[in-house]
Nanobody, 122 residues
Framework: QVQLVESGGGLVQPGGSLRLSCSAS????????MGWHRQAPGKQREFVAD????????NYVDSVKGRFTISRDNAENTVYLQMNSLLPEDTGVYYC???????????????WGQGTLVTVSS
């Protein structure tokens, strides 16, 4: 089993900032990547950003480029999402996602967190 613990969501005014964090623990041999998706009310879940665990390369959805920064702490199996210049359309539940290999037979796994709510409103 792989567990993900997310934190950092909340209510913020437009133009404000929030920092999300997500820590992975449990039966993990190695991590390939960690990242964030979000789901706005009435919409499908969408990719936001991810980071390669070994090389550190990053990917972002166009709508957050220049405003969001994803980073990692390899030793703590933790990924962060620094969100600046937040807009009302950034509102949604943010889900952490991790994929990698489990110790047993180096089996691939993919796990999702339970989500943390981000509300951008005045």
């Amino acid at each position: 089993q792989v567990q993900l613990v997310e934190s950092g969501g909340g209510l913020v005014q437009p133009g404000g900032s929030l920092r999300l964090s997500c820590s992975a623990s449990g039966s993990i041999l190695s991590i390939n990547s960690m990242g964030w998706h979000r789901q706005a009310p009435g919409k499908q879940r969408e990719f936001v950003a991810d980071i390669n665990w070994s090389g550190g390369s990053t990917n972002y959805v166009d709508s957050v480029k220049g405003r969001f920064t994803i980073s990692r702490d390899n030793a703590e199996n933790t990924v962060y999402l620094q969100m600046n210049s937040l807009l009302p359309e950034d509102t949604g539940v943010y889900y952490c996602k991790v994929n990698g290999l489990r110790p047993l037979q180096s089996r691939y796994f993919e796990s999702w967190g339970q989500g943390t709510l981000v509300t951008v409103s005045s």
